[in-house]
Structure formats: C-alpha cells, structure tokens
C-alpha cells in the first residue's frame, strides 16, 4: 500500500529538508515507520525508542485517528493512507 | 526558534558551560572573572543536565547531553566554542535492542584520565554507564554494571533514577566509582567487569535499614586528583568522607546548618577544601533561614565556613542542583554555582565574595569550568598515594606523556 508520512518540522532536516516521505509500500503503521527510518535513521531514532516503541511524547496519527486507538504499530494501512507523527501537547514541559 | 549568541572564545578564557531546562549557554570572561559574555540559547528548548570540557590531546572540545520529551536524548559536540554543534543522524548512545530499556536522560559526561585521552564516560537515566574509547565516536554498554544483581531494586528517586556521578581514579585506570540515585556509590577495580556497591556508613533515611548495602540516593560524589584514596560524599541527608576509596565513609557533617544538599565541588588545588551548598530539608527544599550560602571546609570536614558575601542573605528560596558547582583551576580558583532560578554566581576569590555572572535563565541544572586551550591543565599532576587499608601497595602507574600541541607557558592570572 502506497502512503505518505508526513514529519514534524523539528525532524524534517533529518529528512533531508522535507515534511512528507512517500512510501511505496506500507501495509501496516510499523512497516511504514520501518521503511521510514530505513531511508531517514535520524527521524527513526527520534520518532522510535531502541527497543522500537513510539516515544511517550510523540503522537501518530492515521488520518486523524490516533494509533492508540486503531491498534498501535500494527494498525493497518489502506492505499493512500497519509499517516502523521505529531509531537504531543503532554510533552510541551520538561521536568523541573 | 531562539537565535543563540556566539561568544568568542579565545584561548586562555574562562569558559563556563551551563545546562538548563530549556537549552545551555557559554559564559567567557578573561582570568580576571571582571566581566562576563553569556552565548547562547543552544539548543533551545532541550533540557541540559550534562555539559563537559575535553582539553585533552589538544582539544577544545566541549560536550553537551541535550533532551527533547518529544524526541529523546542525545550526546553532542563543538570544537568551535559552540557555534556549530554536531546533531548526530543516529543516536549515539542506545541500549541494546531486546533489553527493554531506552534511553532517557544523559546526566553525566565523562573525560577520562589525561593519560586515556580518547576515553569518556556517560552516566544515564535509566541508570547505566557508558563507555567510549574513540574520542566519543561511538558508545559502548557498560555490561558489568548493567547486568548488577542490585539493579532490579533500584528506585528512582525524585529527579529519575540516574547515574549521574562519575569518578576515575586518577592512580589507577581498572579503577572508577560511580553514583546513582538511588541505588549508592559503586566501584570497579577491573575496569568495569565488576562491580561493587561501595555504601558503607552511608544512610538511607527512606528504608527501614538506616544503613543498607545499596539503595541510597547518593547527591554527588567529589575526589581531588592529588589524594585518590580520598572521596567525599554529599547524600540525601549526610555529608561523609572516605580515606579508603570508598569502602568506608565516615560522617562530616560537623557545623552545617543542614546535612541535606545536592551540589558538591573540590577545590582544583587544595585536596582537603571541598564546597558545598547546604538545603533545609527532603520536604523543604531551600537555602537554611531563606539564606543562599555556599560552604567550605578546609580541613576535610573537621569544620565547615559559610561563604555569603555577595549572595542573597533573606528571603532566598533558591535551590542549587547536584551538578551546578563547579570550580576553574586558576589561582585564585573561581567558583561558579547555578540555581533553579536561573541565576549564575561566581567568584573570583575562591568563594570569599559572590557576584552575579547571569540573570534570568531558564532553570540551571548543570555548571561547568574550564580553561579554555589551557595546556597546563591538562597535564596530570602526580596523584600522592596514601596507603589505605586492604591495599597492597601496589605502584601507582606514571602519569602518562604530555599532550601534544603547541607548547606554551600558561598565563598568569590576570
């Protein structure tokens, strides 16, 4: 499935200046993330932790449904899908 | 986005590196310490518990360990006093896949010993140790520590559960004590295969056993380079000693107005004057009587001095974390603090007066002084063995070879 992510503008220099990454297949929100951070490890080590898990700040949306709602990184992807990665308001203030 | 002002750093400068909340700044003055030019904000909006000088091998490298809520840690570096910054593709420093863990926070960087030019440390959140022998290229896993039988009862204390001290022996390269909250003082003796908690005489107020094997929450731990046997301890409730590496400590807190405290800092010349800055209470945490004072001894701890002139002597509620005392190695030695109320104070005269260096800041979590190009400081001056009980006088190894780089007298403090 042919989709397209489109990136924070804090990350896009690690996408070589852009804000959106086409992907020619992706069937699920993991495999796009993957083949995301296969072509982009800068975006992949900001968006994922080590062990692969979306960072607690950081929101992927499906259109304009949360992943935590639709079935994680498994969340299936149709033909089209435009998936987004949105830094969290939650994360907006640092520990004091 | 914030623009950062650059500073001009010149050889010779002082240079003091500040972490906060919401980015790090340069401060430079001339050995004067008259005047001061704040650069900065880098990296605007990251936190900034770790900042580092590495002056070795001809470097003017400084190291800063930023963090993004959003887009998690990373370790970098300038060589140009700060105006450009590496911002590695990848994360330099990781767990390794499959063990559950993921970076959090980096609260310490490390330079190692003069003569291990290439080798840094990095102390993290979760509590783990790093190693990197190329100059910081890459990073490596401390196995021995990360596999310790105490971690899994490792708690975390208020700020996170951190290794956020790191102390080389400056006599003895299998040798390194670390400090994590809350777990207590380690040590290896056989450079970091193993490990071993190294608390006693330490309390830990919060557990049943006031006194435990592990499980305190260490604040900082200090060694003066020319006594190595040597350690001083600032912990949650206790100020301690050990004239034995760390196998014992013995309590110090003689004359304090409170034996709780974060920040920790020697004198860079004197191995028995060690600085302080004391905090009411767990509960309560603010300068004694609303009044901001630093504390010195100069007798090891037989009896500790305030040092207030200059600083805010009523209604200060001003708090100074465990990383934000720092002390430059000029003569007469300057020492810098900063609090989370973003203000950065100096002094020129080895703590005798105070004066504010920086308004303003976001909340200042970390301090650190260097002799910018200073290739006096980074010969290691000979460490003086004591002999310490259970030792079995082994000879203490040479200090290695001089840096190479240009030779130089160094300047006299102006």
Request: net charge positive; hydrophobic share 25%; charged share 25%.
């Given at each position: 499935m042919a989709v397209t992510v489109h990136i924070p503008s804090a990350l896009s220099s690690f996408a070589g200046g852009r804000g959106r990454v086409g992907l020619d297949r992706a069937a699920t929100v993991r495999e796009a993330l993957e083949a995301l951070g296969a072509l982009h490890p800068g975006v992949r080590d900001r968006v994922l932790t080590e062990q692969g898990d979306v960072r607690r700040h950081v929101n992927v949306f499906v259109g304009d449904e949360s992943i935590r709602y639709t079935g994680?990184?498994?969340t299936p992807l149709q033909d089209g899908a435009e998936v987004f990665v949105i830094a969290a308001v939650s994360g907006g203030s640092s520990r004091e | 986005m914030a623009t950062p002002r650059h500073l001009d750093v010149r050889d010779g400068d002082v240079l003091l590196m500040v972490g906060t909340m919401k980015g790090a700044f340069l401060a430079r003055s001339r050995p004067s310490r008259s005047s001061w030019e704040l650069g900065g904000p880098y990296f605007p909006g990251y936190a900034v518990y770790a900042m580092a000088y590495d002056g070795r091998e001809g470097r003017r490298r400084l190291w800063a360990g930023s963090s993004s809520m959003h887009w998690g840690a990373v370790v970098r570096s300038s060589d140009d006093g700060g105006r450009t910054w590496t911002n590695p593709e990848e994360a330099p420093i990781k767990f390794p896949e499959g063990s559950e863990l993921s970076l959090k926070q980096v609260w310490q960087i490390r330079p190692g010993r003069a003569e291990e030019p290439d080798i840094l440390y990095c102390g993290v959140e979760p509590a783990s140790l790093f190693e990197s022998r190329d100059g910081g290229e890459s990073w490596q896993l401390v196995q021995g520590l990360h596999d310790h039988p105490h971690r899994p009862k490792w708690e975390p204390g208020g700020g996170g559960l951190c290794l956020h001290t790191i102390v080389p022996d400056p006599a003895d390269r299998q040798r390194l004590l670390v400090a994590i909250s809350t777990g207590g003082v380690y040590r290896t003796d056989d450079g970091g295969r193993t490990w071993r908690a190294?608390?006693?005489?330490?309390?830990?107020?919060?557990?049943?056993?006031?006194?435990?094997?592990f499980g305190q929450c260490v604040h900082k731990v200090v060694r003066h380079p020319l006594r190595p046997d040597r350690l001083f301890l600032q912990n949650h409730w206790g100020l301690y000693r050990s004239d034995d590496a760390g196998d014992t400590w013995g309590d110090i807190a003689n004359g304090v107005p409170s034996d709780f405290g974060f920040a920790m800092e020697t004198h860079p010349h004197d191995p028995d004057s060690v600085y302080i800055v004391p905090i009411e209470s767990d509960e309560f945490r603010c300068p004694p009587e609303g009044r901001l004072r630093v504390f010195r001894t100069r007798d090891a701890g037989r009896s500790w001095q305030p040092l207030s002139r200059g600083l805010p002597q009523r209604g200060s509620y001003d708090v100074v974390l465990r990383d934000a005392l720092a002390a430059d190695t000029l003569e007469p030695a300057g020492i810098y603090f900063g609090t989370r109320g973003g203000k950065l104070f100096g002094s020129p005269d080895e703590g005798g007066s105070w004066e504010l260096v920086a308004d303003g800041l976001p909340p200042i979590v970390c301090v650190k002084a260097a002799i910018f190009g200073d290739l006096k400081s980074r010969r290691a001056r000979k460490p003086v063995h004591m002999a310490s009980p259970g030792r079995r006088g082994k000879k203490r190894p040479t200090p290695g070879k001089r840096a190479p780089g240009r030779r130089r007298r160094a300047r006299p403090a102006a």
């Open positions: 994680g990184l498994e | 190294r608390n006693q005489g330490v309390r830990a107020q919060f557990l049943p056993g006031r006194h435990p094997e």
